[in-house]
């Protein structure tokens, strides 16, 4: 793994009151690379996700993102990410062309580059014919995709995702991370959450949190054989849900049985 790092964390607290939401986080992430970010609810990724955005500061330790300083440079951070939830944050009362246009704005893009970056997004999403339709007029699958050509229509050095394929036919969500491929391979950062764990496999590494604490962080491959695992949700299980891992082996033995 090259040693460009675009997020560094080191010993992130994050506590609201006496509850620490975050447990003295370390991790890094490097240009270019898909990285999973799994946990069960309630396990912190969001409260650690805001952090990453800027849109939260923490209670201590060192993050930086992007070259800035997360607690000294929010704004910094905001101009050099792109982020997409699950909502999609489109404006349903816009048109798509619209849309596309409005984010440029937001994202500080130069007035005379946003229509032709616009034109040029569309063409390339084969979306021309959409162009003056209302985003709530369109199909989902075609949000999603137009959600994360936003995110990133400003290429930023990084992009984060959270839940991003929730709601979508598996043929759209494998669409989707072929759109988070060709992302990647264009040097932007894809940091990604999902609780699809077959989604986890795609990834280049992945962390796994539980109750505040990164516990377990490598590649798919090298967690399946760490934890001596079949998959990433049998590894998911086991340490996230650990009550549930012996009734997961359980089913899977009877269900090779029959």
Known sequence: ??????ISVRNLVKKFGNFVANDNLNFEVYEGEIFGFLGANGAGKTTALRILSGLSEPTSGKVMVAGFDAKKEPEQIKKNIGYMCQKFSLYEDLTVRENIMLYGGIYGMRKKLIPERTESLLERLQFQEYGNRLI?????????????????LHEPKIVFLDEPTGGVDPITRRQFWEMIYETAARGITVFVTTHYMDE?????????????????????????????????EEVFIKIARPALAETFLHTEKTEEQN
């Open 1 to 6: 793994m090259p040693s460009n790092a675009v």
């Open 200 to 232: 986890a496999e795609y990834c280049d590494r992945i962390s796994i949190m539980s109750d505040g604490k990164i516990v377990a962080l490598d590649t798919p491959e090298g967690l399946k054989k760490q934890y001596g695992a079949e998959s990433v």
């Open 136 to 152: 709530s007029d369109l199909p989902l699958g075609l949000k999603q995709k137009l959600a994360f050509s936003v995110a990133v």
